[in-house]
């Protein structure tokens, strides 16, 4: 009866304790994948809007007119170029608004092991990552992109002339703000992996050093030909992304470590003596002990054979 109550409590509650057929696996995996799809449909739907209604391609475009005058237009080699890049910045503004959707259906699937307590801390975290991802995209639009383009717009002006194509431009722009938003999902990642028991914020503190070096690297390239100061300034979001990082590591093990303590206080001591409840018999014990019904009521010893 107990083993068919757990296989009933699994089908019903999705227990993810109890063992599941490899066709349901796949069953699951069709659904989430379903989900994922719906998710990017919807965003993307919702991205053809926001290009059209907030004029995102003419967004874009400024930061270049700043560099090349403001009447600059970027050049279309064919006629269906202006419908892909319509379809390329939808899908991608799509992609970044169902993104915490996408994660989260690839989080249920593949980590079925963990408590549930751990799966709903996961949902916000997404959303963090949300924020975040915003964050570096301001980052990128507002520094990163001026800078670049007037950074390579000085190469070789005397032989040639900058007359960019709208669909290398735009893939250009597109990819550079993502490589931000991606870069300030490292608090994210780092929460993830804490819940994973993969990093601890021992490691991550060990590695200080080695992050900031790196960051200056990323940093570097990113501002090519630029003063330091700007470098500096980039600099200083990505060492306090890391160090938010380091305190949402120590977050997570705090709070596990709090869980496990509470759970060995309530567990009796392993040297403890069990003691038998009133009306039980002990499996070692003999006729002569607790008053054991198959014991003889009457007296023992040589009085007994009277």
């Known amino acids: 009866m107990d083993r068919l109550r757990d296989g009933l409590l699994s089908r019903l509650r999705n227990n993810p304790k109890a063992e599941m057929p490899f066709l349901d696996h796949l069953e699951e995996l069709r659904w989430r994948i379903l989900w994922s799809l719906l998710a990017l449909l919807i965003g993307t739907a919702i991205g053809m809007l926001l290009v059209q209604r907030y004029q995102i391609d003419v967004l ?56 549930k307590r751990e799966k709903r801390a996961i949902v916000p ?44 431009y735009y893939g250009y722009v597109v990819r550079l703000h993502i490589g931000f938003g991606a870069i300030f999902e490292l608090p994210v990642v780092v929460l993830v992996l804490s819940a994973l028991r993969v990093i601890t914020p021992a490691f991550l503190r060990s590695k200080r050093r080695h992050a900031i070096v790196a960051i200056l690297v990323v ?61 039980t018999v002990s499996p070692d014990a003999t006729p002569y002990d607790h008053g054991d019904p198959a014991a003889p009521t009457g007296p023992s010893g040589p009085d007994a054979e009277e």
């Open 219 to 279: 940093a570097s390239i990113i501002s090519p030909g630029d003063l330091l100061l700007l470098t500096l300034l980039m600099m200083v979001p990505m060492v306090a992304l890391y160090e938010f990082g380091i305190l949402l590591s120590v977050l997570v093990w705090r709070k596990r470590e709090d869980k496990e303590g509470s759970v060995e206080e309530a567990a009796p001591p392993s040297d403890s003596v069990a003691v038998d409840a009133p009306g």
């Open 125 to 168: 975290a997404l959303w963090l990552g949300l924020v975040l991802f915003l964050a570096g995209v301001a980052m990128a639009y507002y520094i990163a992109l001026p800078v670049s383009l007037q950074f390579f717009g000085n190469f070789m002006q005397t032989t040639m002339e900058s007359d960019y194509t709208a669909n290398l």
């Open 60 to 115: 874009l475009v400024q930061p270049l007119r700043e560099v090349h005058g403001p009447d600059y237009m970027l050049s279309n080699l064919a006629p269906l170029h202006s419908f892909y890049v319509f379809l390329y910045l939808s899908f991608s503004i799509g992609l970044v608004l169902s993104s915490p959707i996408i994660f989260y259906q690839t989080w249920v699937f593949l980590a079925p092991a963990l408590e």
